[in-house]
């Protein structure tokens, strides 16, 4: 009995010593770390294992290191599928095997007893088959006056930038993928977000404007040819066409032998060979 009485007081006093170390100096839980969660869009095949990436990193404004030993879970299409704790690079990878054709929802979010906190994060998995084709989309042909401020944290006055999307853009384009086309939105112009944010920002936009859902890519520091060519790598060679707003993309395409269509037309001269030209959106699909 003596022994047990023991047992249960040395439970107490680690207990209070936990709390204790756990507290701040003036007996009040500790303020939890600032973090910025990533995770990026995943691609795959019915049947086929994908990886979902993700990386926790600390949000302050001078300090963006990696955060190690944080669980986070992983959520698809609400469902939770597994916990995995970041590695010293802040890094986690998550193997999952979905079943049927179509896009889901990912979440990633912090554990909520962990010394982090960070808003919880979505992206999206698309789960494709190899044969239906594949439209890239330039992310600036669906911005009006493709406004590139979409990938900025704020206007000059410091309020939230929100462009406008294109006219028809968001109509004509769910007609294209609704029952052909699958489609992959890159930017084709300079970033004024790191690449981490700008795919999310990017993500929200097309949801919050009713853009049909389709795979963002991220762009790569090597340009769109290099994203192009890491596509083809992993087998998706049906990607045939492109819908763009600058000569730049339209050329990218051209070399890598895509058709392309820009809309708005560019003005004479400025228009590559080759490439064809739509005066608005509710053109393009008879361009393809």
């Given at each position: 009995m003596g022994s047990q009485l023991q047992a249960?007081?040395?439970i107490a006093v680690l207990f209070m010593l936990f709390v204790w170390v756990s507290a701040g100096p003036n007996g009040q839980a500790a303020e939890k770390i600032a973090g910025l969660l990533t995770v990026h869009d995943a691609l795959t095949l019915p049947n086929h294992s994908v990886q979902i990436e993700?990386?926790?990193t600390a949000a302050g404004p001078a300090d963006n290191r990696?955060?190690?030993g944080v669980p986070l879970h992983l959520r698809i299409d609400g469902k939770d599928i597994a916990t995995g704790t970041t590695n010293e690079a802040g890094q986690v990878s998550f193997e999952y095997?979905?079943?049927m054709r179509g896009t889901n929802v990912i979440s990633?979010?912090?554990d909520p007893a962990a010394s982090v906190s960070?808003?919880?994060r979505e992206a999206t998995l698309c789960?494709?088959?190899r044969r239906r084709p594949i439209v890239l989309v330039e992310v600036e042909s669906l911005l009006l006056g493709g406004d590139s401020s979409l990938l900025s944290d704020s206007t000059e006055n410091g309020e939230k930038s929100q462009p406008e999307p294109v006219p028809e853009a968001a109509d004509e384009l769910s007609k294209l993928t609704q029952y052909y086309y699958n489609v992959v939105y890159v930017s084709g112009g300079e970033l004024s977000s790191p690449a981490s944010a700008a795919g999310h920002k990017v993500r929200q936009w097309l949801k919050a404007h009713k853009f049909p859902a389709g795979f963002v890519a991220v762009p790569e520091i090597s340009?769109?040819?290099a994203t192009l060519d890491r596509f083809k790598q992993e087998g998706w060679t049906t990607m045939k066409s492109g819908i763009g707003r600058t000569r730049s993309f339209a050329e990218t395409l051209l070399q890598h032998r895509l058709e392309v269509v820009v809309v708005p037309e560019l003005p004479k001269g400025q228009l590559p060979r080759k490439a064809k030209g739509a005066h608005d959106w509710k053109e393009v699909r008879k361009k393809l």
């Open positions: 249960h007081r040395a993700a990386r926790l990696p955060l190690e095997l979905p079943k990633l979010s912090v960070a808003e919880t789960v494709w088959e340009g769109l040819g």
